[in-house]
């Protein structure tokens, strides 16, 4: 089992930034964010492979938001800049021992932090 916790999130300003965390119990191969707004489908954001050396977007935050990982505190970023009002959501840190990508395979989910972008 990992547990995963994430923090960061809060009310900002539209061109704003934010930077959220995702501490998880142990270290697992892949790292990604996801996000859900109220009536839409979970959304891929970005991952991380475990060395970091790899990482993928989703063409919605490409250029605006960067994931980061430090494995000596089991802790995964995200680093939002340039928010806009659709960047508002649920944001959900995820992990897996094996898989690294942009579906939504992972095993552990964390309980989500709520970023809200008012315009």
């Known amino acids: 089992q990992v547990q995963l916790v994430e923090s960061g999130g809060g009310l900002v300003q539209a061109g704003g930034s934010r930077r959220l965390s995702c501490a998880a119990s142990?270290?697992?191969?892949?790292l990604g964010w996801f996000r859900q707004a109220p009536g839409k489908e979970r959304e891929f954001v970005a991952a991380?492979?475990?060395?970091?050396?790899?990482?993928m977007y989703a063409d919605a935050v490409k250029g605006r938001f960067t994931i980061s990982r430090d494995n000596a505190k089991n802790t995964v970023y995200l680093q939002m800049n340039g928010l806009k009002p659709k960047d508002t959501a649920v944001y959900y840190c995820?992990?897996?021992?094996?898989?690294?990508?942009?579906?939504?395979?992972?095993?552990?989910w964390g309980q989500g932090t709520q970023v809200t972008v008012s315009s």
């Open positions: 142990r270290r697992t191969y892949g």
């Open positions: 995820a992990a897996d021992p094996n898989y690294y990508g942009s579906q939504t395979m992972y095993t552990y």
């Open positions: 991380v492979n475990w060395r970091g050396g790899s990482t």
